[in-house]
């Protein structure tokens, strides 16, 4: 079994900055893949960035790419979201997800593994 808890969300001005953090428990990662996904209201789940346990190779969206990076600790099992330069389009929940290998992970369903969700509020 695995756990993914969340934590740094908040409230934060339009231009601002915040980090989040996804510690992951339960088994070892080296072959998984980790991805941060979102949900605004009314919207549905929508892929943000992954990153592979192994290797370090990163994912992005086109709508976050050159704001946000995705980076993790493996000595903690910890997988950072920074983002900078945030929008109020930013506002969501974020859900930090993990999956046993590192194919197509833009697809929330292929996730198996998913924490309660972190809310960030960017106000403009």
């Known amino acids: 079994q695995v756990q993914l808890v969340e934590s740094g969300g908040g409230l934060v001005q339009a231009g601002g900055s915040l980090r989040l953090s996804c510690t992951a428990s339960g088994r070892t990662f080296s072959s998984y893949a980790m991805g941060w996904f979102r949900q605004a209201p009314g919207k549905e789940r929508e892929f943000v960035a992954a990153i592979m346990w192994s290797g370090g190779s990163t994912f992005y969206s086109d709508s976050v790419k050159g704001r946000f990076t995705i980076s993790r600790d493996n000595a903690k099992n910890t997988v950072y979201l920074l983002m900078n330069s945030l929008k109020p389009e930013d506002t969501a929940v974020y859900y930090c997800?993990?999956?046993?290998?590192?194919?197509?992970?833009?697809?929330?369903?292929?996730?198996?593994?998913w924490g309660q969700g972190t809310q960030v509020t960017v106000s403009s």
């Open positions: 997800a993990a999956k046993r290998d590192a194919t197509v992970v833009v697809i929330p369903a292929l996730y198996g593994y």
